[in-house]
């Protein structure tokens, strides 16, 4: 809720609170404030349904909002004025009366291995056969199973430090985690990377790296003041990768993947998306790319934008993906 004092007027800014979510909602915060030195930030923190599942695999639960709701409903009914999510956790579709108010520079939208002390120096190739790998992504386990077979492929729910303590305790099970080059570099472990895997291994999860703020509709100005986050490039490629997820219908219980480039040289949009079966042996990929030429606005572009993730996620399904996707509903909540 907006506050008006004699000296500030004050906006009040939803975060989860772990320990990431609080990181990335600082650096809006911090950026915000530079520029608005005239206003105020304060951060409301909540946990979401997500934040309180700590024993059983996201993918397991069918709740495309875990990490979202309890911050959308504190945005409905104006304790806050907006909120930070990883962009990669907001669903597709927005509550009535919401908006995507910002998308900020991407970070490396990677994923990484992260090896404990005695394989240091391994990578996912060179690791002995049954070496096990936690991840809780069906993303990544369905890529990386087709191409280490020799590796063994397990849950591990929890959040990123504890993860991490897992992996390190001398007695676990863990050889590696998976994990998010973005998270860790803004936690500042980006020194634990043992291996960024490229787009041969694993395409990344839809907006992997990216925060997205979103905010009330009807609150013009929060929108503007939120422009000034916006990173028109990586707004592009983001909105880009939620066009096809939106059209395939998926979340984080589906193998979705995906790779976007922008070319600003030649003014091209290109991407590559993937649809995997839970094991990994039924594999759709489709690539296609569009020019930017002569889209002339913003809003022209972000169609022009939308329209590829749409036109990659249709040749997919007509391609097969379809056919996986109706059996993985089957399978999945």
Known sequence: MVTTSEEKKTFVIGSRKSQLALVQTYIVRDTLQSLFPQYEFKIETMSTTGDKILNQALSKIGEKALFTKELEIALENGTVDFVVHSLKDLPTVLPEGMFLGAIMERENPNDALVLNERNKGKTLSTLPAGSVIGTSSLRRVAQLKRRYPHLSFTDVVSRLNTRLAKLDDVEGP????????????????????????????????????????????????????????????????????????????????????????????????????????????????????????????????????????????????????????????????
Not at 227 to 235: A, C, I, P, V, Y
Not at 272 to 290: M, T
Not at 307 to 315: C, D, K, Q, R, S
Request: proline share 1%; with cysteine.
């Open 174 to 333: 863990y050889s590696g985690i998976i994990l998010a080059v973005a998270g860790l570099m803004r936690l500042g472990k980006g020194d634990r990377i043992s291996e960024v895997l490229s787009s041969t291994d694993s395409l990344h999860a839809v907006s992997q790296g990216a925060l997205g703020i979103e905010c009330r509709k009807a609150d013009e100005d929060v929108q503007t003041l939120l422009e000034s986050l916006n990173h028109n490039n990586t707004r592009l490629t983001c909105l880009s990768e939620r066009a096809l997820m939106r059209t395939l219908e998926g979340g984080c219980s589906v193998p979705i993947g995906v790779n976007t480039k922008l070319d600003l040289e030649n003014n091209t949009l290109w991407m590559h998306g993937l649809v995997a079966s839970l094991d990994g042996q039924n594999v759709i990929e489709y690539e296609h790319e569009i020019s930017l030429a002569d889209a002339d606005t913003r809003d022209k572009r972000e169609s022009l934008a939308e329209g590829l993730g749409v036109t990659v996620a249709n040749m997919l399904c007509k391609n097969g993906a379809d056919k996986i996707l109706a059996e993985l509903s089957h399978h999945l909540p």
